[in-house]
């Protein structure tokens, strides 16, 4: 589904390269993690794959078209999903509005299901009275929920997600963790998470480590 | 058009921050309305003026071909000063400039003096009896009471500009003419115990001097400004009466029969008073009689608008600029708060347009509050500062016609030695002076009101001001990367 083809990222000089020559291929209904020290870059890799920035070298193909050709703006809309530490919610908004807004700005074939969206925040266990209220009335733990919730009302077939268990406890990590192996395997996603934890690494169906700018793949 | 609801979602889950901006975007409104306001006020009011304050043109002896004829008489004959000889205005003549397009109404004044007989005036220290020797009256003798023949009092400048007021009975009107009614000033009527129906006495002072029992239908009060102008050796202002022009001329002699010092038109466009004049010229004998014209309330009213027209238009201009970067400000600081916002829509695709589209429509809606709220306190406002404006603009104005228009002996001859005409300057120092106080009442009278066109075009600055702030501060939604804001 998703190809990076000889991928190089730097910021200054290319010498000082985060990564060089990267070619990995992600799959619709698996899930990999990319784990690696602080500061490898795999976030700044992510960031590549989601089209929230371009690499300097090579190219990222969507079902075997450059993301470039489709233009990033137009892919994020309808290709990617984007789950991050900091949940990146609208906090002006209730979780419902917050999955309504999505759907309308992503032109999802749900928009304006109402119904749907709350079902989707059912699922992940926000309470019709939680859907109404303002995002930031909940806790870390759901707010993170809605933002899962919202990469499954849009029609992206990649789900992208950063440190999205960072903020959480053990509890919640579990059944967000459960929540993207379910989007994964059960919605036919391809779901591209970076974790610094092994735990959550270990979940997911591949885990590649970015060290000394090359990526490796685990057993 | 998500951003619709995105905007309303955000004005109205940010109360706080909505509320300011309505305070900060009404206040800004509110100023420019009371700019618009006073500008469309003074434009009404200058072409009211047109119609209200109108425009003068005075027939009267031609002086200026007095004095050259007088000037050729003397080096002619040496042996005795030859005499400046004006011709009283014949009525006919009046009559026919009055039948002109553009003419409303016209006023004959005869201006002349008798003696007092069976009553006193009042004498004022300092003056000699014959308060108006040498004031432009006869050299042979001049009384101490100074008549004033015109067709209807209501039409003077005096009354017309309330310096003089009617405090009992009535003023003299067309009806009178033929009759030896008398209006008589307020102190008079004290210091003689005269009140409405007693008769008075007044003794000629030319040909065979008859005395007339003139009979007292109104007593009038002159404004004690009126006292303050009267120019050195006048009689005192209180021994002024008002009479039928027709009871004037009597008293001057028989051969003034249906003559009058002047007679003033008074043309309904001043647009139109040169074409008057042009064409009453052609009427009258110019060697004899001249037209002056006076349109000088309506300059001074049109002179006074303008300059609050003006000022008007500085104030909507510099609020409008200063209104447009104050928001352009707050807008920069709003989306510098919002960059999370923008970042995450950027991440979810949204175009650039339509996160800057979403800052407008806020704005929009802001504006739409703030116009209700300019319209219901705009009219306070205008009015307040319409007022502050206008008095600036009057004490102007007056004191510049003041200065121009006083002088010894005002519109009268200062001296010199005319057979009869104008027995004193007073009545025309105080008329010119009474123009300049009937431009400052219409001036006063600068209606503000707000329309429905009024909050059309205050919308429409409003607009504008929204969409340069918004265009000012997106460049930085434009420049924004959401990588930056989301990830780094």
């Not at chain 2, 425009?55 to 000037?71: H, Q, S």
């Not at chain 2, 400004?225 to 008002?242: E, I, L, M, R």
């Not at chain 2, 809606?365 to 404006?389: C, P, R, T, Y």
């Amino acid at each position: 589904m998703l190809k990076a083809n000889d991928i190089g990222y730097w910021y200054d000089r290319q010498e000082n390269s985060l990564f060089e020559h990267v070619n990995l291929e992600f799959k619709s209904g698996h899930s990999y993690a990319i784990v690696g020290q602080s500061g490898s870059g795999k976030t700044t890799f992510l960031s590549l794959l989601a089209g929230l920035d371009k690499p300097r070298a090579g190219q990222i193909e969507l079902n075997g078209e450059p993301i470039n050709q489709l233009g990033l703006t137009a892919y994020r809309r309808s290709h990617v999903a984007i789950v991050f530490q900091a949940y990146n919610l609208f906090t002006y908004m209730s979780p419902l509005n917050n999955l309504l807004t999505a759907m309308a700005v992503t032109n999802s074939s749900h928009r304006g299901d109402k119904a749907f969206a709350m079902e989707m925040l059912r699922k992940l266990g926000i309470t019709d009275e939680q859907m109404t209220k303002n995002v930031q009335r909940l806790s870390g733990g759901q707010q993170q929920r809605v933002a899962i919730a919202r990469t499954m009302v849009c029609d992206a077939k990649l789900v992208v997600a950063d440190e999205p268990t960072g903020n959480l406890d053990e509890e919640n990590t579990k059944d967000v963790i459960d929540q993207f192996q379910k989007i994964a395997h059960e919605q036919h996603k391809c779901v591209i998470i970076v974790t610094h934890e092994p735990d959550v690494a270990a979940t997911c169906d591949y885990a590649y480590r970015l060290a000394k700018h090359e990526f490796t793949l685990e057993a | 058009m998500n951003f619709f609801k995105r905007a309303w979602l955000n004005l109205t889950a940010k109360k706080g921050r909505s509320i300011l901006l309505i305070l900060v975007t009404s206040a800004i409104m509110l100023f420019v309305l009371a700019g618009l306001l006073i500008r469309n006020a003074a434009d009404t009011a200058t072409s009211n003026a047109k119609q209200s304050v109108g425009a003068t043109v005075t027939l009267a002896a031609n002086r200026e071909a007095a004095f050259k004829k007088m000037r050729s008489s003397t080096s002619t004959s040496k042996t005795s000063r030859p005499k400046l000889t004006t011709s009283p205005v014949k009525l006919s003549d009046a009559k026919k400039i009055a039948k002109l397009n553009n003419i409303a109404s016209y006023t004959a004044t005869v201006s002349t003096s008798a003696n007092a007989t069976g009553f006193s005036a009042i004498s004022t220290s300092g003056s000699s009896a014959g308060g108006m020797k040498g004031m432009g009256g006869s050299t042979t003798s001049s009384g101490d009471i100074a008549i004033s023949g015109v067709t209807s009092t209501s039409a003077t400048a005096d009354f017309e500009n309330n310096t003089s007021k009617i405090t009992s009975g009535r003023g003299i009107t067309t009806a009178d003419e033929g009759s030896n009614n008398v209006v008589i000033e307020s102190e008079l009527a004290k210091e003689d115990s005269l009140k409405v129906g007693d008769s008075i006495k007044l003794k000629a002072t030319t040909g065979t001097k008859t005395t007339y029992t003139l009979k007292v239908v109104g007593i009038y009060k002159a404004s004690s400004s009126t006292s303050t102008q009267q120019g050195p050796g006048a009689t005192d202002p209180s021994n002024s009466v008002y009479t039928s022009y027709t009871f004037a001329n009597t008293v001057k002699g028989s051969k003034y029969k249906n003559t009058a010092d002047s007679v003033t038109f008074n043309v309904s466009d001043p647009a139109k008073v040169s074409a008057v004049k042009k064409a009453g010229n052609a009427l009258i004998n110019t060697s004899k009689y001249s037209l002056t014209t006076d349109d000088s309330s309506y300059q001074t009213v049109k002179a006074s608008m303008d300059n609050v027209k003006s000022f008007a238009d500085k104030i909507v201009w510099l609020v409008a600029i200063a209104g447009t970067i104050i928001l352009a400000l707050i807008v920069i600081l709003m989306i510098r708060e919002r960059r999370y916002e923008i970042g995450v829509l950027l991440s979810l695709g949204e175009a650039r347009w339509k996160i800057v589209a979403q800052f407008f429509v806020e704005m929009v809606m802001v504006l739409v509050v703030s116009i209700a709220i300019a319209g219901a306190g705009g009219k306070f406002v205008g009015n307040q500062l319409g007022k502050q404006l206008v008095s600036q603009q009057t004490t102007t104005a007056t004191t510049g016609s003041t200065s121009t228009q006083q002088g010894p002996g005002g519109g009268g001859a200062p001296g010199g030695s005319t057979s009869g005409t104008k027995p004193s300057g007073n009545m025309q120092a105080g008329g010119a002076l009474g123009s300049s106080s009937t431009s400052t009442q219409k001036q006063a009278e600068l209606a503000i009101n707000v329309t429905v066109m009024d909050l059309v075009e205050l919308g429409g600055f409003g607009l504008a001001i929204m969409f340069l702030s918004i265009m000012l501060a997106s460049g930085g939604i434009l420049r924004l990367q959401p990588k930056k804001v989301l990830i780094e």
